[in-house]
């Protein structure tokens, strides 16, 4: 039978097509993790990835494989999660979901006061996007969610956490990094810009575009990304501008201009506290008391 240290070696490698990179991830060096994916090859006996000297590639057994060991990896950490949970709510676990933008917002302030209320309480964080932690509060396997606004179903309960504004990011050398005041929606007409995914970034997209809509201003959208930090990357590179939220600006990358936009709405971000309200974690209701 394969075992959890398997599953989780094949699923890094396969997220990651790259051994080098998957090991890193896991803290651990290439050749166990080769180990691993070989024998859980042999217990299955079929071939999930083709590998060659250059490229890592899943076959079609291990696409279908790939579902499987996320279900079971997922089944997993709940299974962890139960036995860790008490009834006082002193002790315990709670699973926090969180955006990489989120990070930089509302987590601190969460963890902070966590500490300071239930020390006894072990956070447990996953950086996920929204669609991801809407799906895992549903499944049971995130107990709250810093999530951005969504349709999150019935059985979800949603707080506002935090507001912010959107700044520009631009690339040092662009010419709208040395205009005087704040920037209108007008100026990024016809300019490259680097969009947020409209399936794992959604809300950002539609957050975007219907500022855009409403000024009747139309950038070029050069590439669809779904973290905030992959596209101040690219603003980084010179690949085009960008609209983050301001937290993002805490992210220290160099070759960058953050500036203010004239925007109707001065705070047009949201970030939600989200969670199950028929989750019975006793830890959760006394975190939600003292947020």
Same mark, same amino acid.
């Given at each position: 039978m394969f075992t959890l240290a398997q599953l989780t070696s094949f699923v890094a490698v396969a997220e990651e097509l790259h051994f080098t990179r998957a090991a890193e991830r896991l803290n651990m060096t290439q050749p166990p993790l080769s180990r691993q994916i070989q024998l859980l090859e042999n217990e299955l006996r079929v071939q999930l990835l083709d590998r060659t000297n250059r490229t890592v590639r899943l076959t079609p057994a291990g696409r279908a494989f790939l579902v499987e060991a996320r279900r079971?990896?997922?089944?997993?950490?709940?299974?962890? !999660?139960?036995?860790?949970?008490?009834?006082?709510?002193?002790? =315990?676990?709670?699973? $926090?979901?969180?955006? *990489?933008a989120g990070a930089y917002s509302a987590l601190g302030g969460i963890l902070d006061t966590a500490r300071a209320a239930l020390p006894g309480v072990e956070i447990l964080l996953q950086e996920l996007v929204t669609r991801r932690q809407l799906e895992a509060l549903s499944e049971g396997s995130l107990d709250l969610g810093l999530a951005r606004p969504s349709a999150t179903g019935a059985d979800l309960v949603s707080r506002t956490a935090v507001r912010e504004g959107l700044l520009a990011? !631009?690339?040092?050398?662009?010419?709208?990094?040395?205009?005087? =005041?704040?920037?209108? $929606?007008?100026?990024? *007409?016809?300019?490259?810009?680097?969009?947020?995914?409209?399936?794992e970034a959604r809300y950002f997209h539609e957050l975007l575009i219907s500022v855009f809509r409403a000024a009747d201003v139309w950038p070029v959208f050069t590439q669809y990304l779904t973290q905030v930090h992959s596209i101040l990357a690219l603003v980084s590179g010179g690949w085009g501008l960008a609209l983050v939220p301001e937290a993002a600006a805490q992210m220290r990358y160099s070759g960058i201009v953050f500036r203010q936009v004239?925007?109707?709405?001065?705070?047009?971000?949201?970030l939600n506290l989200v969670w199950r309200k028929n989750n019975d974690n006793p830890a959760l209701e006394a975190l939600l008391r003292h947020l």
């Open positions: 079971i990896l997922r089944q997993s950490e709940q299974a962890t !999660l139960a036995v860790r949970r008490v009834s006082t709510g002193e002790a =315990g676990a709670i699973a $926090v979901g969180f955006t *990489a990011a !631009l690339p040092a050398g662009h010419r709208l990094a040395a205009a005087d =005041g704040p920037l209108r $929606v007008e100026d990024f *007409a016809d300019e490259d810009f680097l969009m947020y995914s409209p399936i004239d925007l109707p709405d001065p705070q047009p971000v949201e």
